[in-house]
T-cell receptor, first 112, second 119 residues
């Protein structure tokens, strides 16, 4: 089983739609969780960290369910500029928060 | 300010050749990371430096891969006897320091990558 699993998509949604991505992780002792965004042929960039209490940044909401070992990202009022690949990222235990394990990414296409 | 830079942006080589990939981290960042991203996959951790020393090289796939950071700034990833399976984008990232600061994990800032093609 992969350490981090995501549905690769693509998710095709119209502008203004709400879309949600889920990700599961295998190591229950994992310590830190993130969503990164990667545009085509560009480097990954941190979108947001994911906290146990859930966190929101504008149109983006991230949640962590430790009991079920999944992480979610909700995007409200999708914009054309949200089209990208969203990478679920976990920091495994005993790595001093250095090592990041990435999922394969979920591709989002927002159309007019 | 300047971000992480990587050179070359593209490298085409023949099977069996030796290649060096360079990373210039953000000035003042003590932690440096190398990842490899194959087509359709997420980045895969290779090695992490704190200062000049390799603190974790558990992701290096085999002994053909080696990385150095002699002065604690620029790093070079070296691949000997390249194979077609080494073709990928090699990403470098840096962060202000390893671990956490004030309870928050230090963000890793990625460079644009070097696209390596082994023919």
């Amino acid at each position: 089983r992969k350490e981090v699993e995501q549905d690769p998509g693509p998710f095709n949604v119209p502008e203004g739609a709400t879309v949600a991505f889920n990700c599961t992780y295998s190591n229950s002792a994992s310590q830190s969780f993130f969503w990164y965004r990667q545009d085509c042929r560009k480097e990954p960039k941190l979108l947001m960290s994911v906290y146990s209490s859930g966190n929101e940044d504008g149109r983006f909401t991230a949640q962590l369910n430790r009991a079920s070992q999944y992480i979610s990202l909700l995007i409200r009022d999708s914009k054309l500029s949200d089209s990208a690949t969203y990478l679920c990222v976990v920091s495994p235990p005993n790595t001093g928060f250095q090592k990041l394990v990435f999922g394969t990414g979920t591709r989002l296409l927002v159309s007019p | 300010g300047a971000g992480v830079s990587q050179t070359p942006s593209n490298k085409v080589t023949e099977k069996g050749k030796y290649v060096e990939l360079r990373c210039d981290p953000i000035s003042g960042h003590t932690a440096l990371y190398w990842y490899r991203q194959s087509l359709g996959q997420g980045p895969e951790f290779l090695i992490y430096f704190q200062g000049t020393g390799a603190a974790d090289d558990s992701g290096l796939p085999n002994d053909r891969f080696f990385a150095v950071r002699p002065e604690g700034s620029v790093s070079t990833l070296k691949i000997q006897r390249t194979e077609r399976g080494d073709s990928a984008v090699y990403l470098c990232a840096s962060s202000p320091r390893g671990g956490t600061s004030g309870g928050a994990v230090n963000e890793q800032f990625f460079g644009p990558g070097t696209r390596l093609t082994v023919l």
